[in-house]
């Protein structure tokens, strides 16, 4: 029972549902459709897709997110950056309004979806951990600025095509005098009041007596308010005769359930993309929930999310959506209008399938400049250059991840700026421990305690060098460490002692046992014992299955005190006493 | 003065050089070049390359060694391993025998000169430590059973190709029928002679009345002896009339000295070998390098290591040569007959130039058999299973490390097999530090020294949780430091402190610095106050660079015992007073 409420957080929530939660969760549900209807048609425009696909995408993932999902608040559907991956790794199989293209983002959730299935149950999240802070921040930050430039485009009544920032830019700039001035100025006018809407709105809805609370989730019908009048502007002038780019029939009615076919070079093709998209989803969701959770000291299992999304995905693609996942705009909503079970977003999926049987041919004259302008105020939030300056400042290695994720993500798109920003947090971390920190450390007065001499007043004996190396040895450093402790004893003549303080050593690999080894015997052909002090637990027992404790000319202490009272027992202790 | 001599080693032994010097020199420069001129026919061959292009790479790059380098004994020229691995890269460009492939052999001895010198120059020699001990022992030991089984062919009289221990093996199988009675005789017997020469040889001279020392050195000369019978065998007998393969024409004088002309498709197709060569030629040459120097407590600059090898590389390139290293065997010949400085390398380059002058139409009748029974028997030695052995008691990961790294170069050759080394390693690495070992920790009695509870007798408060984790906190482990904390607390609903006690964070990177202060926020919530202690110097310079010391609800503690003591003074200091 326990393990089955592990796999169906379900079963652990539905088992208290009441009536008073079941009507809460209605309500909510009602809030959450109204802002999820507009998001689900853009971001299918987003994704190159035909609209009705955006809202596939939001009715089966939402049920199945509600049985395996382990936070209460959780949105899941399309989002701006997956579906901006979606359309990059979509497009280089298939040309966009064919019906490859569809089956290829089918085709594209499933695969992702097995992925964070298998990565569910083989424990494989920590697979999510290689996307540092500041890459998955800088991957936002240029996704978002892709994506509100590649947008501007249908708000011009411009053609732009491209994979990447500096793709669109090209590819727009000779278009620019082509743009069609109905559509530029319908397009203008929405992004203009968009953008009022998220900060005026609220206010003049305080204003005219609406509760604080309410006025903020009234707030957010901003974009469906749009869809409205500008559907009504443009049916009423008739602007698509001039020139106003509209949406056209949208097939009503619900998805039809089936299983995509297998085309083995399709997968080969998407894997690497349906790789990175389930895993920069996952980033983004879990870290929603944790949010969430963490303001109603929930808990939230990721291996159990990797299902849930997994669960989600699947369900998309068998449905006739694309991926999917958590969303931060939506969830916010969501846990703002009081969402206390999943439930509420499996209500949302019955209010969009609602909407898909009644809603479509309402949306006919919708122009899609109105649904670019929804995008683009959308996805403004997420370029987030502070983040940027902040880290540099923090950690320039860090920044120099942030900043190279963020220009090959401009330069080059998604796919090339993720890797590149995965590789460079991993090759500088690496480069970064190759050159390590050391201490010569000495004895501080009145402790046993041992800190650097440079930076704290301490007592050393001629005899001894004692040298802290702050990194694990391993092949990165081997060969500094043995370069540095060459030269510590060059540079001292009298040293008969080197003792090595490794409280900061967390693994010794092969390698660096080769090198404590040849440490070892070039000290001690120089008439030099060579001591360990503060070896932890873990690496003793792996020292123990080589012959290295054997060989080593001096001992392992337990502490650094104890290393320097069996050689000058005299210092050791009139420095301990000494105030 | 100083800084010419850093970079012209030779300026400091030349300005001793003395007549006894000398002599000594040139009578060890006799004994590598018996030595020299069979392997370099015999890696040539390896190479896929006419034979003098063998005896032209050892001649520029030894004298450039000679100046640049900073090894007393080193003897560079060409070697196994790296003449595999140029056979690989040019049979990728190029077909072998055609002209195309020797200008594409050259251009890589300049490309990865070039490497070589770049990295010198930019400092970046810290490159070839993320070959780790275990990858390249896993890398020489597949080479030299590649090497072997490919010479098998030679040795039987049939063709084998392949980039792969497996290709050469699958090439071969079906043609063993082929085999030529007369080749194989030949080839057998050579190979025969060749291993009983290394152990036997020196035995009987020493019976014959040698010295030890002499014996051992002339024990050296079965290589010259075995192509020396072979040839006046296959000469006499007219052996080449019933199928045996001969070396036929070498044409004799030296290399004329060109600059390669500059074909950016073939230099872009050989970057990659180009730089695995540059960076397994470096390790190899300068492992053994610093063998020897230890030997008589000389220094070796790996820095300007890199210079000289660049240099010799280069050379090598420019006088028709292929890329070349130091070599093990060759070294140590060098090294044993007593070598004192690089000129012994020049006057061995000058030995070779009189045998390319003199010597190349007596080797018209030399078998191609002989010269693979030579490199049979030169790699044979490079096989070392026993360090898998030890390895993979000593770390598994390591020994997952080596056991890929050969599996992968036997099955899809060199370039794949040291990349997926690599990379295994690196991501073996990443993997066990973003699970590190955490110790709760508590006072040892009598001292102010913490250990895990878990193995030593310790101490504890029950206000307090004191967590030792071990490693540094990066990205892989940020989320993994979040869930352990939490769990931690949630286990201990008692606890009002909790203490990180840090001696072993190397590093804190923005990521991790984000989950820290998730951490401060969530226990701050629950009424729990955090704290440091044994922050290190710099970490603490760089948290000092963001506001996360601000928003600590608790203190930075210099040592564990403080912030025990600043929370619990009476435990701490009974506990320190107790035996």
Chains 1, 2 share one sequence.
Request: aromatic residues 8%; charged residues 15%.
């Amino acid at each position: 029972m326990k393990s089955l409420q592990k796999y169906f957080p379900i079963l652990i929530w539905g088992a208290d549902y009441s009536r008073k939660t079941l009507a809460n969760d209605v309500m909510v549900a009602c809030i959450v459709t109204v802002m999820l209807i507009p998001q689900s048609l853009a971001y299918a425009l987003l994704a190159g897709l035909p609209m009705q696909v955006g809202l596939y995408a939001s009715m089966a993932p939402l049920i199945l997110y509600a049985i395996f999902g382990t936070s209460r608040a959780l949105a899941v559907g399309p989002v701006a950056v997956v579906s901006l991956m979606t359309a990059v790794a979509v497009a280089n199989v298939a040309t966009p309004g064919t019906p490859e293209y569809l089956t290829a983002a089918i085709a594209l959730a499933v695969i992702s979806g097995l992925m964070l299935l298998l990565m569910g149950f083989l424990r494989l999240g920590f697979l999510a951990n290689f996307l540092s802070h500041p890459v998955i921040s800088g991957f936002i930050t240029a996704s978002g600025i892709q994506i509100a430039t590649g947008q501007l485009a249908p708000i011009l009544g411009i053609k732009a095509h491209g994979e990447s920032f500096v793709g669109i830019v090209h590819s727009m700039l000779p278009n620019l005098t082509n743009a069609n001035l109905y559509t530029a100025v319908m397009g203008m006018v929405s992004l203009a009041f968009l953008f009022w809407s998220r900060k005026g709105l609220k206010p003049l809805l305080c204003w005219l007596g609406l509760s604080l609370r309410s006025a903020d989730l009234a707030a957010k019908v901003g974009p469906v308010l749009t869809i409205a009048i500008t559907t009504l502007v443009t049916w009423h002038f008739g602007l698509a005769d001039y020139g106003v780019s509209i949406v056209g029939v949208v097939p009503d009615g619900l998805p039809r359930l089936s299983i995509p076919g297998f085309d083995a070079d399709l997968w080969a093709a998407l894997l690497v993309p349906a790789l990175l998209i389930a895993v920069v989803g996952y980033v983004e969701s879990v870290s929603v929930a944790l949010t969430l959770a963490a303001k109603k000291r929930q808990r939230i299992d990721p291996d159990q999310e990797l299902i849930a999304l997994g669960a989600a995905n699947i369900g998309a693609g068998l449905s006739g959506g694309f991926p999917v996942t958590g969303g931060l705009s939506r969830s916010v909503v969501n846990f703002e209008a009081g969402a206390e079970t999943p439930a509420a977003g499996a209500f949302t999926a019955l209010g969009i399938a609602l909407a898909a049987l009644l809603l479509t041919p309402l949306l006919f004259f919708l122009p899609k400049a109105t649904l670019a302008a929804i995008i683009i105020v959308a996805v403004v939030s997420l370029v987030d250059l502070a983040t940027f300056k902040q880290v540099w400042h923090y950690s320039k290695a860090d920044g120099a991840a942030m900043a190279s994720t963020i220009v090959m993500t401009l330069i080059q798109g998604v796919e090339v700026g993720l890797l590149v920003g995965v590789g460079v947090s991993i090759f500088l971390h690496l480069y970064k421990t190759s050159k390590p920190h050391v201490a010569v450390v000495g004895q501080i007065p009145g402790t046993m305690h041992f800190r650097n001499v440079e930076r704290h007043q301490v007592v050393t004996s001629p005899d001894i060098v004692s040298l802290r190396v702050d990194a694990s040895f391993y092949f990165p450093n081997a060969r500094f460490l043995e370069d540095t402790i060459n030269n510590a004893v060059a540079a001292n003549p009298a040293v008969k002692h080197v003792i090595l303080e490794c409280p900061a050593v967390n693994t010794v690999d092969a390698t660096a046992l080769e090198s404590l080894r040849e440490i070892n015997h070039r000290l001690r052909d120089g008439g030099i014992t060579l001591h360990l002090s503060e070896v932890k637990g873990p690496i003793m027992d792996q020292l123990k299955r080589s012959t290295f404790l054997d060989e080593l000319t001096g001992k392992v202490h337990l502490t650094q005190f104890d290393a320097v009272a069996s050689i000058d027992p005299e210092l050791a202790r009139r420095t301990l006493a000494a105030e």
